[in-house]
């Protein structure tokens, strides 16, 4: 068990729709992070948040958006999904951002399925 | 743009044998790397990791080495076991970002 904590585990749902991915991070994690793989493919680093505030982001559609709260859960929205969309949901967390060299802990994943 | 790659997506190897699996990558930017493993439906679990200023890192069963100059890292594990039978993934960072590469799928066989 890593700590981390994604909800929910399996997501159906049509095409057109939206829906939000959920994490809590390891207690004392500051930084959080969203990936995602698709089919034999590696994973795609989204958007980092570190204390609430975006930090970096990689390859996130516009119809993607992510926020970290105060008690630093953090929240992936997926809106207007496609059929392509289809993929596994990583959230990951760790102390202080990568700036310190640390590894980054994943949670278990979101399978997101779009029907 | 594929920063970090792993151009092999699968190996088998015989248990008690060295499973050697490859890295490269472009940026000289990098200055960490990590191997991360993968069991379905399961996320990634960190192994072991190694700065740019070392050129080897070893953990049990589990060696990193990283030639600078080649931009290019591997992961010994020595002897495999069936338990090792994973998807490996090596990452890097640049800034706050961790950047992956595609895997390689690694098959223990008796």
């Known amino acids: 068990d890593s700590g981390v904590t994604q909800t929910p585990k399996h997501l159906i749902t049509a095409t057109g729709q939206r829906v939000t991915l959920r994490c809590s991070p390891r207690?004392?994690?500051?930084?959080v992070y969203w990936y995602q793989q698709s089919l034999d493919q590696g994973l795609q680093f989204l958007i980092q948040?570190?204390?609430?505030?975006?930090?970096a982001k990689g390859n996130i559609l516009e119809r993607f958006s992510a926020q970290q709260f105060p008690d630093l859960h953090s929240e992936l929205n997926l809106s207007s999904l496609e059929l392509g969309d289809s993929a596994l949901y990583f959230c990951?967390?760790?102390?202080?951002?990568?700036?310190?060299?640390?590894?980054?802990?994943f949670g278990q994943g979101t399978r997101l399925t779009v029907v | 743009d594929q920063q970090v790659k792993q151009n092999s997506p699968s190996l088998s190897v015989q248990e008690g044998r060295i499973s050697i699996l490859n890295c490269d990558y472009t940026n000289s930017m990098f200055d960490y790397f990590l191997w991360y493993k993968k069991y379905p439906a399961e996320g990634p679990t960190f192994l072991i990791s190694?700065?740019?200023?070392?050129d080897k890192n070893e953990d049990g069963r589990f060696t990193v080495f990283l030639n600078k100059s080649a931009k290019h890292l591997s992961l010994h594990i020595v002897p495999s076991q069936p338990g090792d039978s994973a998807v490996y993934f090596c990452?890097?960072?640049?800034?706050?970002?961790?950047?992956f590469g595609t895997g390689t799928r690694l098959q223990v066989f008796p």
């Open positions: 990951a967390s760790s102390v202080d951002g990568m700036r310190g060299n640390t590894e980054a802990f």
């Open positions: 990452a890097a960072i640049n800034t706050d970002k961790l950047i």
């Open positions: 207690s004392g994690d500051l930084s």
């Open positions: 190694i700065s740019s200023i070392k």
């Open positions: 948040y570190y204390n609430g505030e975006e930090r």
